[in-house]
């Protein structure tokens, strides 16, 4: 089946300091991938819809000069937090879509959980 | 804009014991509706979807939800549940059919199985 993994799993950086994050489908090739933020105790938040060859897609209230979502390949998607404050602490999870699967189709990362300090 | 809900933050039910988690939607158009399951180490799991046809939608590991447009509501149920069961579940709802779009999240239920 289509899998999505995440790296690094945990990072603890330094306020002020930039993370990036690496979201890779493994067996096949995502057009498509998007950045879900989610809390403690929380639901996922979609961030930005990324596109292979063009510039993400940000939702209303993300910053996009914060976060920043390269999408170079098609099987790598990153995620940059640029200068990190505790604030930004948070779990991140990817997904990407399948070409051509069944009608809304996304696979998961096991997520990437950021503490900032 | 769309939105999910999910009244119950936590379930408890007792192992062998039915289980319905409940989910109500708030959408303009025709809703795809999905049920994840999200373990602690492992992404989320698609556990089923509903995009049209039969109401009755059947997933994997037993689970199967219902789609009820007067009601807004796609519900989960299984009848048995077993302590591999317990974990975070979300119900979201896509704004197409084609995944184009990032999926709308509720806040999830925490299912606890008791032995």
């Known amino acids: 089946g289509a899998v999505v993994s995440q790296h690094p799993s945990w990072v603890i950086c330094k306020s002020g300091t930039s993370v990036k994050i690496e979201c890779r489908s493994l067996d096949f090739q995502a057009t498509t991938m998007f950045w879900y933020r989610q809390f403690p105790k929380q639901s996922l938040m979609l961030m930005a819809t990324?596109?292979?060859?063009?510039?993400?897609?940000?939702e209303q209230g993300v910053e996009k000069d914060k976060f920043l979502i390269n999408h170079a390949s098609l099987t790598l998607s990153t995620l940059t937090v640029t200068s990190a404050h505790p604030e930004d602490s948070s779990f991140y999870i990817c997904s990407a879509r399948v070409p051509l699967a069944g009608v809304g189709e996304q696979y998961f990362g096991p997520g990437t959980r950021l503490t900032v300090t | 804009a769309q939105s999910v809900t999910q009244p119950d933050i936590h379930i408890t039910v007792s192992e062998g014991a039915s289980l319905e988690l409940r989910c109500n939607y708030s959408y303009g158009a025709t809703p795809y509706l999905f049920w994840y399951v999200q373990s602690p180490g492992q992404g989320l799991q698609l556990l089923l979807k509903?995009?049209?046809?039969?109401?009755l939608v059947q997933g994997i590991k037993g689970f199967e939800a219902e789609f009820k447009r007067s009601q807004s509501s796609f519900n989960l149920r299984k009848p048995s549940v077993h302590w591999s069961d317990a974990a975070e579940y979300f119900c979201?709802?896509?704004?197409?059919?084609?995944?184009?779009?990032?999926?709308?999240f509720g806040k999830g239920t925490h299912l606890i199985i008791q032995p």
């Open positions: 990324s596109n292979e060859g063009s510039k993400a897609t940000y």
């Open positions: 509903y995009f049209s046809g039969d109401t």
């Open positions: 979201a709802v896509g704004a197409s059919g084609g995944g184009a779009d990032g999926l709308t």
